[in-house]
Structures are given as structure tokens and as C-alpha cells.
């Protein structure tokens, strides 16, 4: 992230959970950048709102109550974005039946896709292991192993000596 964010760009946290990212995002686009963020769950969206006022950063965020597959209606129109994250699955530590879902993730990717500036990236850590990752995970992998490679380029990262289902990044890069 911090190698493809600058000051002054747009960018958006697609599942904005505990914030965190959120928090970081902020920092690195600075005042005159912006953050897009959204999250299904009104308590990610009402702690993450008090810790961008705690840290005078709420200027430059905006937060949405609502699924990331809205992306498109909320973001201003012929604004490009540099960098897009997903954290898929549940939020831990929260309900665990609440999770991110194939068609609403891959709708916001694609969303995200035609909004992408030149050498911008859309990030996924993807959880397979949990009831409805693998399904997740499959259709996310089917999208991207499609993605035409003169206009993305699609790299997958990960674990391959650990136990269970250990998650993965994936990252689109558009060229
Ligand atoms: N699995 C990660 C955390 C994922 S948090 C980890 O272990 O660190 C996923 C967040 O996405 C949750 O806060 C959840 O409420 C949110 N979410 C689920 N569906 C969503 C949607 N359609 N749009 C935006 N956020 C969504």
C-alpha cells in the first residue's frame, strides 16, 4: 500500500472492520487525499469514525453504512482510485456469520476494475477457511484468472508451508 498510495490520492477500504486500515490509509493520502470506506456492520463503521476524530483524520475519510457493491454510486464521478483493499471474511472477535459474499465482492471489484488509475492496485487478503470462504475464494480466483494481462497484471502471494487454510493476498495491478 504505501508503495502505490501517495498525498492527494483517493482510495478505498472495501471492509473497513476495526479500522485499522482505514486509519492507515488516511495517513497516507494526508489531508488533501481521500478515503472511501465501507462496511455492512454499523459498530465497524461508528469505532472507526472515533478513532479518524481522535486523530483529526475524519476530514479526509469518508464512511459508508453500506456493502462496498455500492461502490460506484458513492464514489465521485471520473474520480480514479489508486488503491483498493478487502479483508474478506469475518471480522474477528465480531459475528462470525457475517461475512463477505461472492457476488457483492466480486461486484465491487469490478466496479473498482474501471475506476482504477494507471498503476493503481486493488488488494484482497482472501480467507478461504472459514464456511463460505472456499466459495469466495473460487469465484474471486475465476474473476481475476480471466483478467485480460494487457490491461492487469494479477499476482497471488502466500503461505505455503503453513497448517489449516492460511489466507492470501492477491493484488490487481492495472497497467
Ligand atoms: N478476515 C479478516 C477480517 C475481515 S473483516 C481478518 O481475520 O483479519 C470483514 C469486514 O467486512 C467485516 O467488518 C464485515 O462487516 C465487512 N463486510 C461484509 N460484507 C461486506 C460488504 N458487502 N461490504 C462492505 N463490508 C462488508
Partial sequence: MNQSVDPGDTVVDA?????????????????SGH??????????IEHTQQALQAERLDHQVTLTHAGHETVAQVLPEATTVKCAIFNLGYLPGGDKTII??????LAAIQALEARLATNGVIILLVYA???GGDKEAQAVLDHMTQ??????QVLQYGFINQ????????AIQKR
Avoid at 478515503?35 to 465497524?44: C, E, H, L, M, R
Avoid at 463477505?100 to 465482492?105: A, L, W
Avoid at 483478467?147 to 492487469?152: E, G, M, P, R
Wanted: charged residues 10%; aromatic residues 10%; hydrophobic residues 30%.
Fill in 35 to 44: 478515503v472511501y470506506g465501507f462496511d455492512i456492520q454499523k459498530t465497524a
Fill in 129 to 131: 477457511g472459514h464456511p
Fill in 147 to 152: 483478467l485480460d494481462q494487457h490491461q492487469f
Fill in 100 to 105: 463477505t459474499k461472492p457476488t457483492t465482492t
Fill in 163 to 170: 497448517v489449516h487454510t492460511p489466507p492470501y493476498l492477491l
Fill in 15 to 31: 471492509t473497513v472492520g476495526n479500522g485499522h486500515d482505514t486509519v492507515y490509509l488516511a495517513k497516507l493520502v494526508g489531508p
